[in-house]
Each structure stands twice: as C-alpha cells, then as structure tokens.
C-alpha cells in the first residue's frame, strides 16, 4: 500500500510539474505579444478601414495594450478610429440602411461594419468623448427601434456585434441594450445551433443533414465557432451578474467549452471542420486561438475547471506559440477569409491576415492574465 501511495505521489507531482513547465512567464508572454504586434503594425502602417477584418485585428490590439501598457498599441487603433470618422458604413440615410451581406457604406445594420464598434468603445472608456461612441450608438438605438430580429443570421455576427451591445449597456446604463440582445441571439440560435452537438453552424446554409462533410458528418467550422465561443466569453465580461439573461449565455459558452475540448488535436491545434478532421486536415490558427482565448477567460474569472480546461488552453497556446508563430513575428496557419473548410485549400506558415492576428493577440493576452 506504501508503494503504491509513492507511486501514485510521484506520477502527480511528475504531471504538476509537467503542466507547470508548459507555463511561460509574464515576461515571455509581453515578448511574444511584442513580437508579433510590433511585426503586424511596422508591416501594415495604414490601419485600413473598419470593416470586419481590421475590425478584428483591433479587438486583439486593445487587449495587447491593456496586458502590455505599451502605447503605441493604443495609439495605433485611435489612429484607425479617427481615420475612419468613429464609424463603420458611412451612409447617412437611414432608409437605405441593408444588413444583408455587403461591402458598401449603406449596409450600415450588417455586423461585420459594426465590430469596429467595440474598439471605438475601449478607446472611449480610456478618454471619454462623446464624438468616439456617437455612430455605434445611432446605429445600434436605430437597430433597437426596428422590429426586425433577423440581424445575426450568420456565426461571425455574435461576435461581431454581442460584445457592442453590452459595452453600450455599460456606458449607458439602458437595459434595451441587454433585451434586444438576447431577441437577436435567440433568433441566431434558432437557425444556427445543433442541441445535440451544442455547437453552431456557420449559418442556415450548413445545417445538417442539408449539408455534411466529406466523411458525412456534421460540419461545424473552427472559425465560425470560435467567433462565438469567444463573442460569448465578451459578452459574459460585461454582462451584469445579476443580469436575467446571463444564466442562458453562460449554459451555451460551458456547453461549448465542454464540445470543444473534445475535438482538439493532439497537437494543440482545431482543424477546420471540427468533428471530421479529415474534411481540411491540418492546423488553423484563427479558430485555435479563438478557442483558447475563451477557455483562458473562463479559467482565468473561475467559470471553468482549471482541471478539466487548463490541459485544453495549455497545448492550444503551445500550438500558437510554437507552430503559428513564426521568427519573423509573422502568424502563419490562418485560414484565408470565407465561410468555411474548404477540402484542399492549402494553409501554411506564409498564411497570415490581420484577423488571425487579433485573435493571437486575444489569446496571448489571457495568457498574460492567467500567469499572472
């Protein structure tokens, strides 16, 4: 019985020690945030525009400035802001407001303009100006106004657009905010999610059995379903905690903190379509580093089990630290812009964007907080 007790001591101390070996210091973590950020920003000087992509990259920065400090980083996205005129589609009239799929200024009420928002909002709260939050709020009280409950009728838009909702919510105390948020999610919901696999469709087009992988499973995308995890995880950030509607977001992001764990690679990575790796085999790092940011967040605020979760949240970092990152800084694995796993596509080190960038950022940040 001694024995065994040894043995039984000496393999968890060997596995404590392992998991805490797979940790890196705060100081490695603000070098590799560093590095990657500093390569970003010297290699794309024009911030761009506000649409989705940029957008994206921006949620991403104004993290690696509040775990950093470094100014620059804030600097970079108000530079972005003020280029942009603190707004997302620029058109004026509001009956030619559209939110189906477009790139034009009137699709002013399509979220992938209105992500640009939860920027305008951080820097707002760093230095309050009326001027900063002034369209997000037209847009989005002229979005309240409607009956319409049909705005996110596709997976990027939770995380789009649910974090804007409740960090207006924050600033101005309207509880609108908060109603109307839970109307649009439970139309998005309706459309989207599968209660047995407790995951969400990119959209309507990709429900099952409509539609299947290439071995005739259910194709849920990484990067879809990063959005939302992620976009649950900033909603829960914000949302009060005596809020109603909380009990629901809060069941969806553990029930998908739960199915994704699941599905991850021994490698640390997702691959595209995560219940059929074989469909895009390979690593992707937008979706690996979406999920790993929203499981660090639910350690790190104690609404996952560090037990069950931190394993998940460690070889996903691994991964993005090792195999994404590049020595250059450059991010590489990210699957180019689209709307799902496309069988053959070729993702390598050379493939980069800014939105994959972002959610790096997102990841490496919460790293800094849980090492912390």
């Not at 039984?8 to 490695?28: D, F, M, V, Y």
């Not at 928002?117 to 001027?131: C, G, K, V, W």
């Not at 691959?271 to 895009?280: G, I, K, V």
Request: charged residues 20%.
């Amino acid at each position: 019985m001694k024995l065994f007790t040894f043995i039984l001591t000496l393999t968890l101390t060997a596995g404590s020690l392992a998991t805490a070996q797979n940790r890196p210091s705060k100081s490695e973590l603000i070098g590799i945030i560093e590095k990657t950020n500093d390569y970003w920003q010297s290699t794309h000087p024009n911030p761009g525009n506000p649409f989705w992509d940029n957008a994206a990259y921006h949620t991403g920065n104004m993290e690696a400035y509040f775990v950093t400090g470094n100014e620059k980083y804030r600097a970079y996205s108000e530079q972005w802001a003020i280029q942009n005129e603190w707004k997302g589609a620029k058109t004026a009239d509001t009956s030619k407001w559209k939110y189906n799929y477009g790139e034009t200024p009137d699709h002013v009420l399509f979220g992938d303009w209105q992500i640009c928002f939860q920027t305008y909002i951080d820097l707002y709260n760093l230095a309050p100006d009326s001027n900063k939050i002034a369209r997000a709020r037209e847009v989005i009280e002229y979005e309240m106004s409607t009956p319409n409950n049909d705005y996110w009728w596709w997976a990027d838009g939770l995380y789009m657009v649910m974090p804007v909702m409740t960090k207006l919510y924050k600033v101005t105390g309207n509880e609108l905010y908060l109603d109307k948020l839970n109307e649009y999610f439970l139309y998005a919901k309706r459309i989207m999610y599968d209660p047995k696999a407790k995951l969400f469709y990119r959209d309507a087009k990709y429900v099952y059995p409509k539609h299947k992988s290439t071995n005739g499973k259910k194709d849920f995308w990484a990067r879809g379903d990063g959005w939302v995890f992620a976009g649950l995880a900033k909603v829960l950030k914000d949302m009060p905690k005596d809020c109603k509607y909380r009990p629901l977001f809060m069941k969806h992001y553990r029930d998908m903190a739960k199915e994704i764990i699941k599905c991850q690679q021994p490698e640390g990575y997702w691959t595209r379509s995560m219940l059929d790796p074989q469909h895009a085999p390979g690593p992707e790092t937008s979706g690996t580093a979406f999920f790993t940011y929203g499981l660090l967040w639910g350690i790190n605020n104690g609404y996952l089990k560090e037990k069950t979760y931190l394993p998940a949240a460690l070889k996903g970092w691994e991964y993005l630290s090792t195999t994404a990152l590049q020595s250059s800084g450059k991010i590489g694995y990210v699957q180019p812009i689209g709307e799902k796993a496309i069988p053959g596509q070729v993702v390598n080190a050379n493939s980069t964007s800014n939105f994959g960038v972002g959610a790096f950022l997102l990841a490496a940040s919460e790293m800094v907080r849980f090492v912390k």
